[in-house]
T-cell receptor, first 114, second 110 residues
Framework: EPEVTQTPSHQVTQMGQEVILRCVPISNHLYFYWYRQILGQKVEFLVSFYNNEISEKSEIFDDQFSVERPDGSNFTLKIRSTKLEDSAMYFC????????????FGPGTRLTVT | QKEVEQNSGPLSVPEGAIASLNCTYSDRGSQSFFWYRQYSGKSPELIMSIYSNGDKEDGRFTAQLNKASQYVSLLIRDSQPSDSATYLCAVNGGSYIPTFGRGTSLIVHP
């Protein structure tokens, strides 16, 4: 069964450093998303991406964040100048043309900012 | 502000019983409703979607939607210890972006 994959599974970085989180969505999906979940809290939407551009973004997704689809398979989230409060699980998700609302999540990247 | 409310639990049920999980939402214009299961330290897994009033059954799971009451529920029949997880309710308004509740922790004890 096709699945969303994410790398790395765990990333430790120092405050102020840049990190890139990588995702490979399900191959025939066209809509891509990033979410984060701070430990013990709810899943929060960051950004959605369709047709090579951002379609929606939340208040959390400020200038510190950017997304890119550098090739036909990868979808990346870049966090510039990380802060302690960026420590969270970051989930990538994708959905297909026929069921846009039904999103399938990757296993997540645990980001720890020290 | 769109809100999705769930009782955090934990909801504890014996093996073989029916577990009933509830969710209310604030946006009356919401159109799509989802239940995700999240094991500790893992990602959300989509288990049910429902778009119209009434019941939708899939195996041991039944989702129930009442738009007039702004209420959606998930029933798990013949609960198993492997069903122990946090169940997230997610609701879409006019976009494809769901608002998630905080989740209800379910414990199924043998």
């Amino acid at each position: 069964e096709p699945e969303v994959t994410q790398t790395p599974s765990h990333q430790v970085t120092q405050m102020g450093q840049e990190v890139i989180l990588r995702c490979v969505p399900i191959s025939n999906h066209l809509y891509f998303y990033w979410y984060r979940q701070i430990l013990g809290q709810k899943v929060e939407f960051l950004v959605s991406f369709y047709n090579n551009e951002i379609s929606e973004k939340s208040e959390i997704f400020d200038d510190q964040f950017s997304v890119e689809r550098p090739d036909g398979s990868n979808f990346t989230l870049k966090i510039r100048s990380t802060k302690l409060e960026d420590s969270a699980m970051y989930f990538c998700a994708s959905s297909g043309q026929g069921a846009v609302n039904e999103q399938y999540f990757g296993p997540g990247t645990r980001l720890t900012v020290t | 502000q769109k809100e999705v409310e769930q009782n955090s639990g934990p909801l504890s049920v014996p093996e073989g019983a029916i577990a009933s999980l509830n969710c209310t939402y604030s946006d009356r214009g919401s159109q799509s409703f989802f239940w995700y299961r999240q094991y500790s330290g893992k990602s959300p897994e989509l288990i049910m979607s429902i778009y119209s009033n009434g019941d939708k059954e899939d195996g041991r799971f039944t989702a129930q939607l009442n738009k007039a009451s702004q209420y959606v529920s998930l029933l798990i029949r013949d609960s198993q210890p492997s069903d122990s997880a946090t169940y997230l309710c997610a609701v879409n308004g006019g976009s494809y972006i769901p608002t998630f509740g905080r989740g209800t922790s379910l414990i199924v004890h043998p």
